[in-house]
């Protein structure tokens, strides 16, 4: 997309999303998930083309226009926990102006309830208190994580994606969040997490969704991905062993440039299973797209 460079970034995507569910989108970095994220609220730069049907509460969202997204659906039907939350805090605005301002928006809580609604909107995503006065370049990288993800989860929106939500928190916080974020899903709405870390997906997903090279290869019951059976992709079983609690071997090689993408699979180069077949993209088919899919049943 620039310097006249057309970059596929993702293609072929295509999944649902229940009430009440979780997926979690997991793959290297670059290979297309804030893009999708950003596909589907109308996010992309004006250059973007994008091409397919974003369904939601019977509303399709890649036709909307401007203005009926901005008005009706980012925040109150689809929130969004961006993944620099830095760049998307008002700067010249404190955190507590600008929790008060999205509480009375999605909520109507005004007047002497706006406190104690922007105290708890704030304690959601474990914001201190004696931080709301700042203003967002005077909060570290996980201080402006917590204020975003604050923010996002003020309209309880159907659908809230979170993209890479855990980034710059210590433990103890990645997994106060992750439950904060599961709750959103089992009050009934839908949860789409983008995520490096396999150990909060494992934590937190119904299904994962493993991206490559701006392909979905797999889409898995999280169970089965992360315990028994295991993934069936190489590229998904690979993501798995490079865990330093798993087997800690990295996958060799690097990803594609998304401009000079082979014709057929493009995990091929990097796998070592790929075989004369693999000069022929495989399709996603019941989950999978790979000719030589592991089978752990009988491996
Ligand atoms: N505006 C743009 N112009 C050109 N290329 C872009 C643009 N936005 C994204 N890309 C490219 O699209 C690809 C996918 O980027 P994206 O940010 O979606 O990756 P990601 O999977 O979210 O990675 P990360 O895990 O690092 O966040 C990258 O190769 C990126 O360079
Ligand atoms: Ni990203």
Redesign the pocket.
């Known amino acids: 997309?620039?310097g006249g460079r057309t970059?596929a970034?993702?293609r072929d995507v295509s999944f649902t999303l229940a009430a009440g569910q979780c997926l979690a989108l997991v793959?290297?970095?670059?290979?297309?998930?804030?893009?999708?994220a950003s596909a589907l609220l109308g996010l992309l730069?004006g250059n973007?083309q994008v091409r397919g049907a974003v369904h939601t509460d019977g509303r399709e969202l890649l036709a909307a226009d401007e203005d009926v997204l901005a008005r009706e659906v980012r925040g109150r039907r689809i929130g969004l926990i961006p993944?620099s939350p830095a760049g998307h805090l008002t700067p010249v605005r404190t955190v507590r102006s600008q929790l008060a301002e999205t509480v009375r928006e999605l909520t109507g809580v005004r007047g002497s309830g706006l406190p104690d609604a922007v105290a708890a909107a704030a304690a959601r995503a474990a914001f201190p208190s004696d931080h709301l006065d700042r203003y967002p370049h005077e909060l570290s990288g996980g201080l402006a994580q917590r204020a975003a993800t604050a923010l996002a989860l003020v309209g309880d929106a159907p659908l809230l994606i979170a993209d890479?939500p855990t980034t710059g928190l210590d433990r103890e916080l990645v997994d106060r969040t992750v439950d904060e974020l599961r709750r959103h899903a089992d009050d009934g709405r839908g949860l789409l997490v983008?995520t490096?870390d396999l150990s909060a997906a494992a934590r937190i997903a119904d299904r994962v969704a493993v991206?490559y090279a701006?392909r979905v290869v797999e889409l898995a019951d999280a169970k089965g991905f992360f315990g028994s059976p295991g993934p069936r992709h190489p590229y998904a079983a690979g993501l798995l062993a490079a865990l330093p609690e798993r087997e800690f071997t990295p996958i060799p090689g690097m990803p594609p440039e998304?401009d000079a993408l082979p014709e057929g699979c493009a995990f091929a180069p990097r796998c070592g299973r790929a075989s004369a077949a693999c000069a022929r993209r495989p399709e996603l088919t019941d989950g999978l797209a790979c000719h030589h899919a592991l089978d752990p049943a009988h491996a």
């Open positions: 997309m620039s970059v970034a993702v793959g290297e970095s670059g290979c297309g998930k804030s893009v999708l730069p973007a993944q890479e983008i490096h991206m701006g998304l």
